[in-house]
């Protein structure tokens, strides 16, 4: 049985779309100036970037918030 989010903005959206859609509209210089972590700042990937925000929810969090703040302009 499939169960449906209606107040969930991030329901359906994956954290690598989330990710690659944040890197390109601000790039890798602006999305650390904005989610101020390390995996953006220093030989930034996409691939790195996911494996530490899979593991840091806080990171993760922050990322989410930035997501939809973003898609919201």
Not at 28 to 40: H, P, Q, S, T, Y
Not at 49 to 58: E, I, N, V
Request: hydrophobic share 35%; charged share 25%.
């Amino acid at each position: 049985m499939s169960e449906t989010q209606p107040n969930n903005p991030l329901h359906g959206v994956k954290l690598a779309d989330m990710l690659n859609y944040l890197q390109d509209y601000y790039g890798w210089d602006g999305l650390a100036e904005r989610v101020n972590i390390n995996c953006f700042k220093s030989n930034p990937t996409i691939k790195s970037s996911l494996k530490f925000l899979r593991k840091t929810d806080w990171a993760r969090t922050k990322v989410e918030i930035l997501y939809l703040k973003t898609i919201k302009r």
